[in-house]
Antibody, heavy 119, light 109 residues
Framework: EVQLVESGGVVVQPGGSLRLSCAAS????????MHWVRQAPGKGLEWVSL????????YYADSVKGRFTISRDNSKNSLYLQMNSLRAEDTALYYC????????????WGQGTLVTVSS | DIQLTQSPSFLSASVGDRVTITCRAS??????LAWYQQKPGKAPKLLIY???TLQSGVPSRFSGSGSGTEFTLTISSLQPEDFATYYC???????????FGPGTKVDIK
């Protein structure tokens, strides 16, 4: 069974930094690209970032480019999101998500970890 | 950047109703569209990908259609467990940008 478990969400001050983690199990981690998607309280979904299966290619939404860094450690079946220069508008539930075997759509999601940026 | 709009943004319906949600893209995206269902406090669930392919395990009352710039998600007979928010997502810009639509909330009449 595919499992994605996010952690690391806390309350952080504006301008601060934070690293989120996602522990993956139940599938061959290094066979798949991985994503981060966020959802501000009461709002819709926003795609944040994508990393290729080997970590060699990364992509970001314009809203986080230059501030967030996605990475992965295939030996630990783990995905990360380093978040710097945090702003109030980064407050959200952050999900890690996995593509399916047959599509690039996001067929598996974690339960999310809450990041609150507030002074 | 490709923008998605959904209509309606809110829909009130009864159990057994046929429900249709529309997603429109600002430019053609072929069939690179997915639909998700999200219930309160839960992660989104993939329903349909490639505009019309039902994800494994999803009930057959859900169907998707369309290509280019206009897409629809149809629930043929609304069930109590279908009351949720539905999002479309374009995958045409892969790997750069996976835009979601703003969502359609389906509520009980």
């Amino acid at each position: 069974e595919v499992q994605l478990v996010e952690s690391g969400g806390v309350v952080v001050q504006p301008g601060g930094s934070l690293r989120l983690s996602c522990a993956a199990s139940g599938f061959t981690f290094d066979d798949y690209a991985m994503h981060w998607v966020r959802q501000a309280p009461g709002k819709g979904l926003e795609w944040v970032s994508l990393i290729s299966w080997d970590g060699g290619s990364t992509y970001y939404a314009d809203s986080v480019k230059g501030r967030f860094t996605i990475s992965r450690d295939n030996s630990k079946n783990s995905l990360y999101l380093q978040m710097n220069s945090l702003r109030a508008e980064d407050t959200a539930l952050y999900y890690c998500a996995k593509e399916t075997r047959t599509s690039i759509a996001l067929g598996y999601w974690g339960q999310g970890t809450l990041v609150t940026v507030s002074s | 950047d490709i923008q998605l709009t959904q209509s309606p943004s809110f829909l009130s319906a009864s159990v057994g109703d046929r429900v249709t949600i529309t997603c429109r893209a600002s430019q053609g995206i072929s069939s690179y569209l997915a639909w998700y269902q999200q219930k309160p406090g839960k992660a989104p669930k993939l329903l349909i990908y490639a505009a019309s392919t039902l994800q494994s395990g999803v009930p057959s009352r859900f169907s998707g259609s369309g290509s280019g710039t206009e897409f629809t998600l149809t629930i043929s007979s609304l069930q109590p467990e279908d009351f949720a928010t539905y999002y479309c997502q374009q995958l045409n810009s892969y790997p750069q940008g996976f835009t979601f639509g703003p969502g359609t909330k389906v509520d009980i009449k």
